[in-house]
């Protein structure tokens, strides 16, 4: 071995802050290269895809259309992913936002629609109330089957999706669905009920409580991480999990904090999107915005600001992805295996963040 | 509703072909997480293994070249989990749901052009005579290869686990990657392998989903079963045999669900169809007091100056 040239990979002694901050900003444009490639194989133009994807939106000739959408796209995204970056930081893995998230809009909704057509100032905030009750309760289930039991929370909250799923299927066939629908399944559009309808706070902005519960959930998430207790808990935790355990850490409490928080999030960002944007429970009103927020909570660094940026980004490729496929029939699945594309490669690159290279002899490790 | 017209014969059947992808998916994934690593990328190894099966299958007209495809496909996949967790070490957690999330993506791009059509029927074994046998003979001889196959892989994993040096050294890389690289043993070398044998098999349980089971492809079609192979690997307490028993088990769940929808059983079809999830949730509570038969180093990183 010894005369071998090597590449060697050292650990670090400390996480390197600017690898820290690089990676993202290097992971995003890897990610273009790789995406632009992608498009090619597709027969499509990738500078002209990429243009469209990411500068159009903000800066073309329908921008004033499309950059309210950035806040309607981008808050729920940064509710849920602020929610799960909480869990992450401390090794508790909660992906199944996105039944939290159907949870949170079918409890949201039902107590809408329980006092159609009253009309009253109360009404929303019941509303805002039972979605966030919705999303929790959802994600107790496995936030309670883990401490009690020591079951996998990655597994049982991935079951819920689908359970979720098939509950939400349910409810807009029955119990929910407009009586005067015409046999059409799906709810009473909540945008045309005033009590319950999430409307722009901004005539035309985007502006929606969704978008002021996303900010205040961004401060907040920051000032715990770097002032309360409890963040310190989380923080250490995740990086010592021994010393979380000598320093007093009530891992229980932890879990049940970290799985409800998101919980609670998720649930919020599906009742804010079904009572404005979406405007009704259907079988199919979601999409996805609970995994994606996985990408947008690790591309976020775990890191509140990040989190937020990276949410607007997330938001800007579906919104670009969406003008790409009508005006350059680009799949709407490219879009999905771009995201999936920029998670690859921040994992990847974030081995810099903690490893150097050295290049030299090797030796018999 | 009518429980007569659900034949138990034909039921049997059914759930065998049910149970097979589940076998292939998490008995790959059993081998993965004996060499300690835990990859979550299941479900997009599957769904990846399902559009490649499928694809192939319909180019060539032979449905045993989609299984090859679809093996193939599926390892390329987990090469890319196998780079990102052994290389550059990064998380397992977030490389497995990287994987899962751009396998979802990708499947759905490569298979926009073969929505809605039938792929070629793969030819069942001629047992000849046996087929024949009243009751048992319509249950036990009346399948394609591959659903044999996965009853062969399961024996063969268990004897290889078992009484093998090579199945020896993958224990105890699993167990202590530590101890395992201080005697000689490639800690790597040994977990990429064991990860392209699980993205292998997850491949051809997806692909045995569009080209047997259902036999068609949509997006997303693996619907969670990619998950349920996970847990399945827990319930089985990473066990080659009592994960067949419960890939039977969840197999037969999912076919006497659809046989009840087909009855018109009085309960709405939607709580039928959540019933193999929460089971599945049911069952990792029962069993998941005891983890003390998982591999000791699953999911934690090796690199070689620690």
């Not at chain 1, 107590?111 to 159609?116: D, I, K, N, R, S």
């Not at chain 2, 087929?131 to 003979?137: T, Y």
Request: contains cysteine.
């Amino acid at each position: 071995m010894g005369g071998r040239r090597v590449i060697r990979l050292e650990k670090r002694p400390e996480a390197s802050r600017a690898f820290s901050l690089a990676t993202p900003v290097l992971a995003v444009l890897a990610t273009m290269v790789f995406g632009g490639l992608l498009f090619t194989a597709l027969g499509k133009d990738p500078f002209v895809a990429i243009r469209t994807i990411f500068w159009d939106p903000l800066f073309g000739e329908f921008s004033f259309f499309y950059r309210p959408q950035l806040l309607i796209k981008g808050a729920p995204l940064v509710l849920i992913a602020i929610g799960l970056s909480l869990g992450f930081k401390a090794g508790i893995w909660n992906i199944g936002a996105e039944g939290q998230y159907i949870m949170g809009a079918l409890f949201g909704a039902g107590m809408g629609l329980a006092f159609y057509p009253m009309e009253g100032w109360f009404i929303f905030p019941l509303m805002v109330l039972a979605g966030a009750f919705g999303g929790w309760i959802w994600a107790m289930i496995p936030a309670v089957l883990r401490v009690r039991f020591g079951t996998n929370e990655i597994l049982v909250s991935l079951m819920l999706v689908y359970v979720a799923e098939q509950f939400l299927a349910s409810m807009s066939l029955g119990l929910l669905k407009n009586p005067e629908g015409f046999g059409f399944p799906g709810s009473r559009n909540l945008q045309q009920y005033e009590s319950a309808f999430n409307a722009d706070l901004i005539e035309g902005s985007g502006m929606h409580w969704g978008v002021v519960a996303a900010m205040i959930a961004v401060i907040f998430a920051y000032v715990l991480l770097s002032k309360h207790r409890l963040g310190f808990a989380i923080r250490v935790t995740g990086e010592a999990p021994r010393a979380a355990k000598f320093s007093g850490v009530n891992p229980t409490r932890l879990v049940l904090f970290c799985l409800g928080m998101s919980g609670i999030l998720a649930g919020l960002a599906g009742m804010f999107e079904v009572s404005g944007p979406a405007g009704q429970i259907t079988i199919d009103f979601n999409v996805g915005y609970g995994f994606t927020a996985i990408i947008v909570a690790f591309l976020g660094r775990l890191h509140p600001i990040g989190i937020l940026l990276a949410g607007l980004l997330m938001a800007l490729t579906y919104i670009g992805g969406d003008i790409a496929q009508s005006n350059l029939g680009l799949p709407a699945a490219a879009i999905q295996v771009f995201q999936g594309m920029l998670l690859f490669f921040l994992l990847a690159l974030d081995m810099f963040t903690h490893y150097r290279l050295r290049f030299g002899r090797g030796e018999v490790a | 509703m009518d429980l007569s017209a659900i034949n138990p014969i034909l039921f049997i059947a059914g759930f065998l072909i049910a149970a097979t992808p589940l076998i292939f998916a998490a008995i790959g994934e059993l081998v993965v997480e004996k060499s300690g690593t835990l990859n979550l990328g299941v479900e997009g190894m599957m769904i990846i293994g399902a559009i490649c099966g499928f694809a192939t299958a319909v180019e060539t007209g032979s449905p045993l070249l989609g299984f090859a495809a679809a093996a193939v496909g599926g390892a390329l996949l987990s090469l890319l989990f196998a780079f990102l967790t052994q290389i550059t070490l990064a998380n397992q957690v977030a490389s497995g749901l990287a994987l899962t999330l751009f396998g979802l993506g990708l499947s759905a791009l490569l298979g926009q052009t073969y929505v809605g059509i039938k792929p070629p029927r793969m030819a069942d074994i001629n047992f000849g005579p046996l087929a024949e046998i009243p009751v048992i003979g319509p249950i036990l001889f009346t399948h394609d290869i591959i659903l044999y196959l996965g009853l062969i892989l399961v024996a063969a994993t268990w004897a290889v686990l078992k009484f093998t040096r090579a199945g020896l050294i993958l224990r105890a890389v699993g167990e202590s990657h530590d101890a395992a690289h201080a005697l000689g043993y490639k800690v790597v070398r040994i977990r990429t392998l064991a990860i392209m044998f699980g993205g292998a098999c997850a491949g051809i349980g997806g692909a045995y989903i569009s080209l047997i089971r259902v036999p068609q492809w949509t997006e997303g079609m693996t619907a969670g079963i990619g998950w349920i192979a996970l847990a399945l690997v827990v319930f089985a307490s990473w066990k080659p045999w009592r994960l067949l028993l419960g890939a039977y088990l969840f197999g037969g769940i999912t076919q006497l669900q659809l046989n009840l929808q087909g009855a018109g059983v009085a309960i709405p079809v939607e709580y039928l169809a959540m019933s193999p999830y929460v089971i599945t949730i049911v069952v990792l509570v029962i069993l998941s007091r005891d983890k003390s038969a998982a591999p000791a180093s699953l999911g934690r990183t090796f690199h070689a100056s620690n």
